[in-house]
């Protein structure tokens, strides 16, 4: 092929413009289904949206990213607050769950915890992944809320793996635990 026929693809800015709008009003609607923001703050955090959705531009990263601000933090209340995301799921005709740390497993025993492996060890958690997320599909669970791993090495490969597992629908509670174990 000859590559000064090669030109860059195009899109009218219009239809750009109106992808990112439906996007923005998808995003909108899942927050509001979700009561996200108003379960986080029932326990003291303040959700911040921020990332694309906040951006307005949902065109090619289509997360939603929530950062998760208190002071202090009280890991009980964010467990709480999990446990009342995975509850109002079911209530609205979801099954719900949470794939947590080993060390996680009986504090979100409310929320249908199932065990991705200990928060120390990244290879364990990526080989432990696949088996979890056959085993959600199989229980036909349709939200699912993750504990995460650093996104550095196999924790980046981990995570990919999360968000393509999501189709990259993804609502992010960044670092509600960091302070709590520093």
Not at 32 to 54: F, N, Q, Y
Not at 77 to 105: I, N, P, W, Y
Not at 173 to 181: F, G, Q, S, T, Y
Request: net charge negative; hydrophobic share 45%; proline share 4%.
């Amino acid at each position: 092929m000859d590559s000064k026929n090669l030109q860059p693809a195009t899109c009218p800015r219009q239809t750009i413009e109106n992808l990112a709008l439906r996007n923005l009003r998808r995003a909108k609607e899942i927050i509001a289904d979700t009561g996200i923001e108003a379960i986080w703050r029932t326990v003291g955090v303040e959700p911040r949206l921020v990332g694309s959705v906040k951006t307005g531009l949902l065109v090619k990263h289509l997360d939603i990213d929530f950062h998760v601000y208190s002071n202090p933090v009280v890991i009980a209340d964010s467990f709480a607050a999990m446990a009342k995301l995975a509850t109002h799921a079911d209530a609205q005709g979801h099954r719900a769950c949470v794939m947590c740390f080993t060390e996680h497993m009986d504090a979100l025993k409310d929320c249908h915890p199932h065990d991705i492996g200990s928060r120390d060890n990244a290879s364990e958690v990526a080989h432990r992944l696949f088996d979890t997320l056959r085993r959600l599909d199989e229980e036909h669970m349709d939200v699912i809320f993750s504990e995460v791993v650093p996104p550095e090495g196999v924790g980046l490969a981990v995570m990919t793996r999360l968000g393509r597992a999501a189709a990259f629908h993804i609502i992010q509670a960044r670092d509600v635990l960091k302070d709590e174990e520093a």
